[in-house]
């Protein structure tokens, strides 16, 4: 089993032990041991992956060490119980879901690699489960579940409670994020999944609106206690059952925290009785899942006929990259969910704002910082593909046209859809006034994010796998996704910030009301000037660093 998916450091599992002599290893320290070796690997030869992995660790440190004090403090709170238990299964909920649509982490974890070995399903069932426990996620979750149990442990037979209740917390959330992605592996790799990749994206963002505005109302109908109903019934489902267990056996009610300690041992044997068995049906049953039928001739001359509106493009390198783009967002599958998901919360956020009364004009922002995301790792979106990309680049001047026109590609859905979405929330809330500001800022917010993209995609390009619907990162550069993700928005806000200073002068000044039309031209030169100067700036480092770019998205 090849491990050379985690980085520059490269290994195999016959190297640490050989594969005949399986049954004479034991597998959990050997899986473990290649898990270690998986994370060393991935971090040798690149001081800037180290320096990123060792960022997300203290983040992930720091975070989960102050959400664990956060949670304590809550020790003695009347509605302590009522927090804790709805995080267990919120928690639960995140690790089920959360691997389907964000990468797991290394090979070691994927099921469909293991086929071909002479494993039997349930030491192997025991081995991936203790390989799992080792990462940053499972550390958070730690972090988590300590500080529940402390919030509502009570007394000696609580402090028993507490200590038997972490573990079972963190194995079932482990147990459970397995077993679906080992029933679900044909699925993500087949056209079914990847179509399922889409949907997946619309319901995370219809879900997290539905999240927010029930937030809302909850707390302007009279707080956690509206939750209380709630909590009395999810506490009897696992692993929420683990919390509701130390409540109860801090609170004297013994025989209720027994009734739940045999919930959430049986909803653990569950989850690894039906993990086994899906990987055992993984391990003996023919993948048909990559048979497809071939395109009728028809659809292939119709679909190309579907692209005739692009012919106002100019000829040359241009045009053919921008219509390349455009031809990505709409056949590959991962290029397409991304799109879909930022056009639809991107327009789902300030309009359902406006529908409840509480938005404004200028969360139409959101949806052009939503979309301008896009515009980050260019080149890791072709994948391997991208050495014909790079046969082309012989200089910055090659390096500018090629970035020039994936930034025009984003550009011509980018603009209307700010003019769309902004008019839409003006209409909403009857505050045409505001429109002009809210446009030009929305364009200055979509110039900086062509400013950052680009010297993102310079700096921090990584790999999107071909091999899972659901895969969006390669094993090892996770956190150079994050990193250019989240610092590139940072640095967007600041690049917008002059235009932010001026809507709000304006905004704020009876005697600069009148002249808010302004603001429109001004964010639109903004904007231009911004991704001009991004696209310039990225350029040299493009054709600078093209052997590192290539080798960097080719990983997957």
């Known amino acids: 089993m090849s491990a050379t998916g985690t980085g520059t450091g490269t290994g195999t599992l016959a190297a640490t032990a050989p594969v005949s002599s399986a049954a004479e290893v034991p597998l959990t320290g050997l899986f473990v041991r290649l898990k270690l070796s998986l ?4 971090l040798r030869g690149s001081s800037k992956r180290k320096a990123v992995w060792i960022s997300n660790l203290v983040f992930c440190v720091v975070v989960g060490f102050f959400a664990t004090l956060g949670l304590s403090f809550l020790h003695g709170h009347r509605h302590a119980a009522t927090v804790v238990v709805l995080l267990a299964a919120l928690m639960a909920l995140a690790w ?36 799992s426990l080792v990462g940053i996620g499972p550390l958070f979750s730690l972090c988590l579940a300590v500080g529940s149990v402390v919030a509502v442990a009570r007394g000696a037979a609580g402090a028993v409670a507490a200590v038997a209740a972490v573990p079972l917390l963190l194995l079932v959330f482990v147990a459970l994020a397995r077993a679906v992605a080992t029933a679900n592996v044909r699925l993500l790799s087949s056209r079914r999944g990847r179509d399922l990749a889409l949907l997946s994206g619309l319901l995370i963002a219809v879900g997290a609106q539905a999240v927010n505005f029930g937030s809302q109302r909850l707390f ?12 009395a019934v999810v506490r009897w489902l696992p692993p929420a059952t683990a919390v509701g267990m130390v409540d109860s056996a801090g609170r004297g009610a013994y025989g209720t925290a027994a009734a739940q300690l ?43 006929g579907v692209w005739s509106f692009l012919s106002f493009l100019p000829a040359g390198r241009t045009g053919a990259v921008v219509q390349r783009t455009l031809r990505y967002v709409v056949r590959d599958p991962k290029t397409k969910s991304a799109w879909v998901t930022a056009l639809a919360v991107g327009a789902i956020v300030p309009v359902f704002n406006a529908l409840q009364g509480t938005g404004s004009v200028y969360l139409a922002c959101f949806g052009a910082g939503m979309l301008g995301v896009q515009m980050y790792n260019q080149f890791g979106q072709d994948t391997s593909a991208f050495w014909m990309v790079a046969q082309t680049i012989s200089g910055p001047r090659d390096a500018y046209e090629e970035l020039r026109a994936r930034a025009a590609a984003l550009a011509l859905v980018a ?67 994050w990193m250019g993700i989240f610092g590139g928005m940072f640095a967007s806000a600041l690049v917008s910030a002059p235009m932010i200073v001026v809507t709000v002068a304006f905004a704020t000044s009876d005697n600069l009301h009148g002249l808010r039309w302004t603001l429109l031209p ?31 998205v080719s990983k997957g």
């Open 96 to 131: 089920a879901v959360m691997p389907l649509f964000f990468p797991s982490g290394d090979e070691t974890l994927d099921p469909s690699r293991l086929v071909m070995l002479p494993l039997r399903p349930r030491p192997l069932v025991r081995a991936l489960l203790a390989s």
């Open 39 to 42: 994370l060393r690997n991935g």
């Open 220 to 231: 302007q109908a009279g707080g956690l206690t509206q939750l209380e109903p709630v909590e």
């Open 415 to 481: 603009v209307p859809y700010s003019v769309l979405v902004t008019a839409v929330t003006a209409a909403l809330l009857g505050d045409w006034s505001g429109f002009p500001a809210a446009l030009g800022l929305s364009l200055a917010v979509v110039g900086a994010m062509l400013f950052t993209g680009a010297l993102a995609s310079a700096h921090l390009p990584y790999s999107i796998p071909t091999d899972g619907a659901f895969k969006n990162v390669a094993p090892g550069q996770g956190g150079l996704a």
């Open 262 to 304: 045999a919930l959430t041992l049986a909803a653990l044997a569950g989850l690894l009785w039906f993990w086994e068995r899906s990987l055992t049906k993984l391990m003996v049953t023919p993948d048909g899942s990559t048979l497809a039928a071939a395109t009728p001739t028809k659809e292939r001359d119709g679909a190309a």
């Open 522 to 552: 001004a964010g639109l030169a903004w904007g231009a000037l911004s991704a001009w100067a991004g696209l310039r700036l990225a350029a040299p480092v493009v054709s600078r660093k093209l052997p590192e770019i290539l080798t960097a």
